[in-house]
Nanobody
Framework: QVRLAESGGGLVQAGGSLRLSCAAS????????MGWFRQAPGKEREFVAS????????YYADSVKGRFTISRDNAKNTVYLQMNSLKPEDTAVYYC????????????????WGQGTQVTVSS
């Protein structure tokens, strides 16, 4: 079973930056497509970004494209989400997710999920 542990969340002012990390264990990281999702209070979970096994293919939601960057370090079994130019509407619990596969896309059917890390962006 794959275990995912997010970190790096916190409170930041609008326009600032945060870098989220997700460490994976339990299964070979190099065979997993990784993704980030978020859920704000009272709203449904939404896709944020995904990255292929090799890291060469990425996919972003329109709402974050140009501001967020997903990357991975297979040697460290870790995926990152660099968030720049943060807006109050980015406030949510951010979840790391993993699935078997090859390429990044917006599909929501990930098999493994972390517990989430809170990101709060103040005005």
């Amino acid at each position: 079973q794959v275990r995912l542990a997010e970190s790096g969340g916190g409170l930041v002012q609008a326009g600032g930056s945060l870098r989220l990390s997700c460490a994976a264990s339990g299964r070979t990281f190099s065979v997993l497509v990784m993704g980030w999702f978020r859920q704000a209070p009272g709203k449904e979970r939404e896709f944020v970004a995904s990255i292929s096994i090799s890291g060469s293919n990425t996919y972003y939601a329109d709402s974050v494209k140009g501001r967020f960057t997903i990357s991975r370090d297979n040697a460290k079994n870790t995926v990152y989400l660099q968030m720049n130019s943060l807006k109050p509407e980015d406030t949510a619990v951010y979840y790391c997710a993993a699935r078997t596969g090859y390429y990044a896309d917006s599909r929501p059917d990930y098999s493994y999920w972390g517990q989430g890390t809170q990101v709060t962006v103040s005005s």
